[in-house]
C-alpha cells in the first residue's frame, strides 16, 4: 500500500510541474502570481471544502477535547517535527540552532515522555520551524510562482517542491502499521486547524489576496530568521489550508 506521505509528495511534485510548464505565462496583475486564474478556483475550492469539512470537525474536536489534551497533541507533533528541524538546520549550516533542536528533541522525547510536555521549552530553549523550502531559499533559490495547491493551501513553486521533500523524509513514514500513517496525519491536520479556529476575524478585502499576502509575508520572515516585522503570529501558516 502506498502511504500517505508518498502520495502527498507525488501529488505536490506533479502540481508543481504542471506549474513550471506555465512558468513563461503571464496574466498580468500581481507579478508573483502570473497564475490568479487558476489559484483562485483552486482556492474557492479549498474554501469550501474548509467551511462544510474541516471547519464544523474543528469546531467538534475542540469542544469535546479538553485543554491539556489539546496541548499534549501539539506538543507530540512539535517534537515530531523537530527531526525534520535538525534536518534543514545542517543543511542550512545553523550549527547552533541544529544543537538546540537537538537539545529540544532529546529532552522533550525522554523527560517530556515523548514530548507530551514541552519541558526544553520551559528551560528556555526555543523552537525553531525549518523545512526543506527554507533550505533551497538559503541555498539561492527564488521563490518562483506562487501557487495554490488543492487542499493543501497556499505555496508557491519552491514551497512546494520542498514541501515533497519533506513529505518523503518525514520520520512518521516509519510508523507501522501503515493505517497509523494516515491516522496520525489525519489528526495532526485536526489539531492544527482546531488552533487556528477564530482565525477567519483577522481576514479583511478580498480573502485570496488576504492569505497569498499573509503566506508570503510569514515565509519571508521565516526565511529571514524573523529579522523581518511579521504581524501574524506564531503560528505555522504553511500548515493551514487556506
Known amino acids: 500500500m502506498i ?25 498580468g496583475g500581481d507579478p508573483r502570481d502570473p497564475w490568479e486564474g487558476l489559484n483562485r478556483a483552486i482556492f474557492a475550492f479549498n474554501d469550501t471544502a474548509d467551511l462544510y469539512l474541516l471547519q464544523p470537525v474543528a469546531r467538534g474536536y475542540k469542544k469535546v477535547t479538553p485543554t491539556f489534551v489539546d496541548q499534549s497533541l501539539a506538543n507530540v507533533f512539535n517534537n515530531i517535527g523537530e527531526v525534520q528541524n535538525i534536518g534543514n538546520d545542517i543543511l542550512q549550516g545553523e550549527g547552533l540552532d541544529a544543537l538546540t ?17 514541552d519541558v526544553a521549552g520551559a528551560i528556555g530553549l526555543k523552537r525553531d520551524s525549518e ?3 527554507q533550505t533551497l531559499a538559503v541555498w539561492g533559490v527564488g521563490n518562483g510562482p506562487f501557487i495554490m495547491l488543492p487542499l493543501l493551501g497556499p505555496s508557491t513553486l519552491r514551497d512546494g517542491v520542498g514541501l515533497g521533500v519533506d513529505s518523503y523524509t518525514a520520520i512518521t513514514r516509519e510508523i507501522d502499521p501503515e493505517r ?4 496520525m496525519t489525519l489528526l495532526d491536520l485536526l489539531q492544527v486547524r482546531a488552533s487556528l479556529l477564530g482565525s477567519e476575524d483577522l481576514v479583511s478585502g478580498d480573502k485570496y489576496t ?6 508570503l509575508q510569514r515565509r519571508d520572515f521565516l526565511i529571514n530568521d524573523g529579522k523581518l516585522e511579521d504581524d501574524f503570529g506564531d503560528e505555522d501558516f504553511e500548515s493551514f489550508d487556506f
Open 3 to 27: 502511504s500517505m506521505e508518498r502520495i502527498a509528495c507525488t501529488w505536490v511534485l506533479l502540481l508543481s510541474v504542471f506549474y513550471g510548464a506555465l512558468a513563461f505565462a503571464d496574466e
Open 101 to 117: 533542536s537537538t537539545g529540544r528533541f532529546v529532552i522533550n522525547t525522554t523527560v517530556g515522555v515523548l514530548g507530551i510536555f
Open 131 to 133: 523545512d526543506f523550502g
Open 180 to 183: 497509523a500513517q494516515y491516522g
Open 210 to 215: 488576504f492569505f497569498k499576502d499573509v503566506y
